[in-house]
C-alpha cells in the first residue's frame, strides 16, 4: 500500500465519524423512548414526534448543506455539524421538559442531515477512482456501525443503572439511565471535530472558488502527480458542464419523456421507508417487549438487529455487483415480506391473562388489589389489554409498567417475534437499504440526475418522518399485529412493482439505460 493510499485511507475514516454519529443519533432514541413517555407524561403522538422530529431537520438541512458547503467549504460546514451534534448531546441529557428535548434533538437533526449529504461527498472528492467506491463506502459501514454501537451502549447504560458499584450509583446511571444514553453522544462529537482540523480542504471546491494551485498541491497527497493533474483539469471541466446541465434538468425534470424513470425513483424512495425500517431502528426494545421478554431481554435483542444489520449491510456491499440490484431487491422485498407475515403471526396468536401467580411476580409499586378487576380474564389483543389496564391503572401506571404487565400476561412464542425482527432487517440490509441509492446515480439520465436524486431522497425523508412519528400511535391503535401485516402488504406490493417495471443496472452504461427508460 502506497504512502497515498493510507493517506486516503486515514482522512475518509476520520470523515466518515459524521456517518458513524449519523447513525448512532438517529438509533439512540430507541432506548429512550421508554423512559420518558412515563417521566414527561407523553401521549403516543408525542413519544412519536420525540423520534420523528430529528427526521424533520435532517430532511431540511439535507436541502441547504449542499449549497452551504458551495459557499464556505465541506470541511466548514462539517465541522459546524459536528458542533450541531455536541449541542444536541448536551441538551437532550439535560433537558427539564419535553419541549427543551426535542428542540435538542431537532437541533442534532440538522448536523444529521449534514452529515449525511457531505461526508460522502467530500470523501468523493478526495478519492483516488481506483478507490472511490470502497472510500465512500466506508461512511455507509460507519452509518451501520453507529447504529449497533447506540444498541449496544443503551444496553450498557441500562446495566450500569442496576449495578450495586459505588462509581455507577455516584453516576446516576439508574435515575438518569435516558439522558446518559442520549449524552454519550458528546464524546464522538468532540472526536469528530477535532478529527477536521486534520482535513484538508476539498480539492474540487477550491477549484470551484478558483484556487487551483493549492488544489492541485491537496490533490497530490491522495494520489501521484500524473493523476492529481488529471483530476484537477477534469473537475474544472465537470465545473463548466455541470452549470449547464442544472440549467437543464430544471426545465425538463417534470417532462413526459421522464415519466417511466421518476416514477420507478418516487416507489422505490418510497418502498424503502413504507416497509417499517426505522420503526424497528428507533423501536426496537419497545417491539421486543411486546412480545413479554422484559427490560433487559429487548434491549440484548435490540443488539442483535445491530449487529444483523452490519453483517448483511456488508454483505450487499460485496454481492451488489456480483449479483445485480433486480436479483437482491427482489429477494430482499420477498424476505420483508415473509418476515412481516411471521410478526403479523406471532403477534396476532397471542393471548393476555393475568392470573394471581402473574400478578405477585409483579414490582412491589403495582398493588394486587387493583389488578383484581382483571384477574383470570382472557383478551384476545393486545389492544384490548392496554385499553383494560389504562381504564384499571390510569394512564400515568399504565404507562409505565406496561412491559412488565405485557410480561405477566402475555401467551405467546416470543422467538417468532426475534426471528421476524432479525429476518427483516437481514433483508432490508441486503436489498433496498443499500440498493436505493446505487439505482439512484444509476437511472436517472445526467441532465437530471442532480435534480431528481434531490427531488427522490427528499420523499424518501418525508416518508421516514411519517413512518417514526405514527409508529406508536399505530401500536396502540390497530395493535402490533396489524401494524407489521400493513408493512408486509407493502412490501408485496413493492415486489410486485420491482418485477414489473424495475430494469437490470448491472453492467449497463447510462447511455444503454437511458435509451431503455427515457422516450426520446
Request: net charge neutral; charged share 15%; hydrophobic share 50%.
Amino acid at each position: 500500500m502506497t504512502k497515498n493510499q493510507i493517506y486516503t485511507i486515514k482522512i475518509a475514516l476520520i470523515v466518515a465519524l459524521g456517518g458513524f454519529l449519523m447513525g448512532f443519533d438517529a438509533s439512540v432514541i430507541s432506548g429512550v423512548v421508554k423512559f420518558i413517555e412515563p417521566e414527561f407524561n407523553l401521549t403516543k403522538l408525542e413519544l412519536g414526534w420525540s423520534v420523528a422530529s430529528l427526521t424533520l431537520t435532517a430532511t431540511l438541512a439535507m436541502i441547504f448543506s449542499g449549497p452551504l458547503s458551495d459557499k464556505y467549504g465541506r470541511r466548514k460546514v462539517l465541522q459546524i455539524a459536528a458542533m450541531l451534534y455536541a449541542i444536541s448531546a448536551i441538551g437532550s441529557a439535560l433537558a427539564p421538559t419535553f419541549f427543551i428535548l426535542v428542540v435538542a434533538r431537532m437541533v442534532g437533526g440538522l448536523g444529521v442531515g449534514a452529515s449525511l449529504i457531505l461526508a460522502p461527498m467530500y470523501i468523493a472528492e478526495i478519492s483516488p477512482p481506483t478507490m472511490r467506491g470502497r472510500m465512500v463506502s466506508f461512511n455507509q459501514l460507519n452509518i451501520v456501525i453507529g447504529i449497533s454501537v447506540a444498541f449496544f451502549t443503551n444496553y450498557l447504560i441500562l446495566k450500569f443503572g442496576q449495578s450495586e458499584s459505588a462509581w455507577a450509583l455516584n453516576l446516576k446511571f439508574d435515575e438518569y439511565n435516558w439522558r446518559w444514553m442520549l449524552g454519550l453522544e458528546l464524546l464522538p462529537a468532540i472526536l469528530f471535530y477535532w478529527g477536521l482540523f486534520f482535513v484538508p480542504k476539498s480539492p474540487r471546491w477550491l477549484v470551484m472558488k478558483g484556487q487551483t494551485d493549492q488544489a492541485l498541491a491537496i490533490m497530490k497527497q491522495f494520489t501521484d502527480i500524473k493523476d492529481a493533474e488529471k483530476q484537477i483539469q477534469e473537475a474544472m471541466k465537470s465545473l463548466h458542464e455541470d452549470e449547464k446541465k442544472d440549467e437543464a434538468s430544471l426545465m425538463e425534470f417534470f417532462k413526459p419523456a421522464y415519466r417511466k424513470v421518476l416514477a420507478i425513483g418516487i416507489v422505490v424512495a418510497v418502498l424503502q421507508q413504507i416497509t417499517g425500517i426505522n420503526s424497528v431502528f428507533f423501536y426496537a426494545p419497545m417491539i421486543f417487549e411486546q412480545s413479554g421478554i422484559g427490560t433487559d431481554a429487548s434491549f440484548i435483542q435490540a443488539i442483535l438487529v445491530g449487529l444483523t444489520n452490519l453483517v448483511f449491510t456488508v454483505l450487499a456491499i460485496l454481492f451488489i455487483d456480483k449479483l445485480g440490484r433486480r436479483p437482491l431487491l427482489i429477494g430482499g422485498l420477498l424476505g420483508i415480506a415473509i418476515s412481516m407475515g411471521i410478526l403479523a403471526y406471532g403477534f396476532g396468536t397471542a393471548n393476555y391473562q393475568l392470573t394471581k401467580e402473574s400478578i405477585s411476580d409483579l414490582p412491589s409499586e403495582i398493588s394486587p388489589e387493583s389488578l383484581a378487576p382483571l384477574m383470570d380474564v382472557n383478551f384476545a389483543s393486545d389492544v384490548t389489554f392496554k385499553e383494560a389496564i389504562r381504564a384499571t391503572l390510569g394512564d400515568k401506571s399504565a404507562i409505565a409498567f406496561e412491559s412488565n404487565l405485557i410480561t405477566a400476561a402475555i401467551q405467546m412464542n416470543p422467538t417468532l417475534i426475534l426471528i421476524g425482527i432479525l429476518g427483516f432487517v437481514a433483508s432490508f440490509a441486503i436489498s433496498i437499504g443499500p440498493v436505493m441509492w446505487v439505482l439512484f446515480s444509476e437511472l436517472f439520465p445526467i441532465n437530471i440526475k442532480g435534480a431528481a436524486i434531490s427531488f427522490v431522497g427528499f420523499i424518501n425523508s418525508g416518508v421516514s418522518y411519517m413512518v417514526q412519528q405514527f409508529f406508536p400511535w399505530q401500536l396502540d391503535t390497530f395493535g402490533s399485529s396489524y401494524t407489521f401485516l400493513i408493512y408486509g402488504l407493502f412490501a408485496a406490493a413493492g415486489l410486485i412493482f420491482v418485477i414489473w417495471a424495475v430494469p437490470e443496472t448491472k453492467n449497463k452504461s447510462l447511455e444503454e439505460l437511458e435509451k431503455l427508460l427515457v422516450k426520446h
